[in-house]
């Protein structure tokens, strides 16, 4: 029997991850009913019960909300004792006794072993005047009594709310102790073991579970709690390695991608392939196996392998899109392109597809089937701008500037403005219409005022190109009195002024972006570059630069362009030094892989030192054809897109 049914599964779902409350007109209609019910009361006294209520609440809203009249009724508080009646069974029960520090509360009532209604209606109000704590302290007593699942639960979602994963983990599996035969309690105290890293308890909890339905469905409690680092990862798969997965899905695939991680796919195929067994067209297992075989078989089997899972499902989506990335991660555009058109005209509608689609059809050139695929896209408001865009970038790349300016010009979502209006801009400065694109930045500005910073710069770099300097000083200047806080004009600011001349204004600028941003590369590398320029042999210069060109392509911290700029600081110095074979070893192979004007120039001159005037020729004629060295209006700080 598989008892993790739909209706548990919901109400786990509404407990563990929405924290779904109760509202008191709810909580009063379900003891009125089970009142009626269970003790067969009159209606009319069972709200004559439900209403005596804490003083602080007001029972004339009660009666509203039960849409009754004012019942006149003691009511009960913290400080308020009942008579007792003259029946000796009768003794002072405690509602909260000190729990978490709490001052008792006594309320004379005959002393019953399930939850009391006036204690649950004390949380209730407590928990809605947001006095949490009493209100969980009330709650996780009374759930100890019989018949106290439903209360179990609320204490359950208001520890969940306010209390630490740990706690709530101690507060379950104590009362999954008084209860070892409340099979949902296994599920709750499993799902918080894993996510309180408690994986030998979670582990014990998952056999019991599965000793009692091989077959339960796990995956509620494997919500939100798959690990960060690779010491839980371990642990967490330690754990799992003895429960017996064969016949559950759920547990085989968090294995399966468990082992994928740690680079054992042959192992993970196995259990993917028993969830698949199980769940056959189910298309997250169905990603993950292609994502395990990647490891392990040529790019031929895995795409075969992919069309076959497509074509039994041949309305899902995210195989699609799947095997569409997976084309193009192996560079097989053309094939890619050709299924997400097949794609377009099965989810004609979808625009995710359509503009993957003419992205694609961008990167191999296919532009009237870009512009046609855009065009269409173009048509639905929330995505004109990204329409837009790529139009620009089609006519950019077609070589037509004045349409290309003209889409560029319409865009107007925030996160693409700013990069079409640089756009702009870069046009405008090949055609050598210094004022169009100053013009373009000043009306961007006023546009947008969140870009106003990066217009200032950008204009500032503008001026800089037109051999005006201190224009462009003074233009930061003023702008950092405006933005005294933006990094990015600060930094600007910084790169304008002269390493020897300005030493002390530089060096205390850049020492200030490093205190807002210590792990800022670009400002490190800034900071190295003053310190070489003024002392050759600077220590503290060599190591920031060095450390740089040391991150690995894989460190989340590469970044290519920063890397080359490290370089050409290293190299710079080394020529200063006269250390001409140390430039080559520095700048020869990046050079080759991706050149720069001033990468070529720094190796030129190194060549030069050595008087090597075959390479000299040889670097100074790609250099005229690269960059046309030597005339004027050249700069490779302006590159087409």
Known sequence: MIFFGSVFQSQFRLLLVNGESFSLRALLRVIV????????????????????????????????????????TPFINSKTSINAPSDDQTQPIETVDNINGLAPTSIWQPEMQEPSLYALLDAEFAADRDDKRRALAIYKQQSFKDDATAVFERALSLSLRSERVEDSLQFAKAWQDQNPDHVPAWFYVA????????????????????????RADLSEILIGIYPNNDEDKRELLAALQPLDSEQNASLSVLKAGLLYQFNEPEIAIVHINRALE???????????????????????????????????????????????????????????????????????????????????????????????????????????????????????????VEQAKRYFNNVMQEDLVLEARRKVVAFELLNDDTDAAIATLEKLRKDFSVFAPDTYVLQADILWQQNEPEEALRLLTRAARKYPDNETLLFARAQLLDDKNDYIVKRTLLNHLQALDPSNLSYQLSYAQLLLANERSSEQGL???????????????????????????????????????????????????????????????????????????????????????????????????
């Open 191 to 214: 799902h918080l073991a894993l996510r309180a890293h408690d994986y030998l308890l979670a582990g014990e909890t998952l056999n019991r579970i599965l000793r009692y339905d091989p």
């Open 543 to 641: 190591a920031l630069a060095t450390a740089i060109i040391q991150i690995r392509y894989d460190d989340p911290r590469y970044d290519n362009d920063l890397h080359l700029q490290a370089l050409n600081v290293l190299a710079s110095n080394s020529l200063a030094n006269e250390d001409y074979q140390q430039v080559i070893d520095y700048l020869q192979t990046p050079y080759d892989v991706f050149p720069t004007l001033r990468s070529g120039t720094l190796l030129l001159r190194a060549y030069q030192g050595l008087g090597n005037n075959e390479k000299v020729e040889t670097l100074l004629a790609d250099l005229q054809q690269r960059f046309s060295f030597g005339q004027s209006n050249i700069s490779d700080r302006i590159q087409l897109y």
């Open 33 to 72: 009913d089970s009142l009626y019910r269970r003790y067969k009361l009159t209606l009319s006294l069972a709200v004559c019960l439900c209403l005596m209520t804490p003083a602080h609440a007001s029972h004339a809203d009660l009666g509203q909300e039960t849409n009754l009249p004012e019942i006149s």
């Open 278 to 400: 199980r769940q056959p067209d189910y298309v997250p297992f169905i990603t993950l196996k292609a994502d395990i075989l990647r490891k392990i078989v040529t790019a031929e089997t895995v795409v075969n392998y992919l069309n076959q899972a497509r074509m039994r499902n041949p309305d899902s989506k995210s195989l699609y899109l799947y095997e569409i990335r997976y084309l193009l991660d192996i560079k097989q555009s053309q094939e890619a392109w050709e299924l997400l058109l097949n794609a377009h005209s099965q989810f004609i509608d979808d625009e995710e597809i359509t503009l993957l689609a003419a992205l694609v059809s961008l990167d191999i050139e296919k532009y009237d089937s870009a512009d046609q695929l855009l065009n269409t896209l173009a048509k639905t408001p929330a995505y004109l701008d990204r329409a837009y865009y790529y139009l620009g970038i089609s006519a950019e790349r077609q070589q037509n």
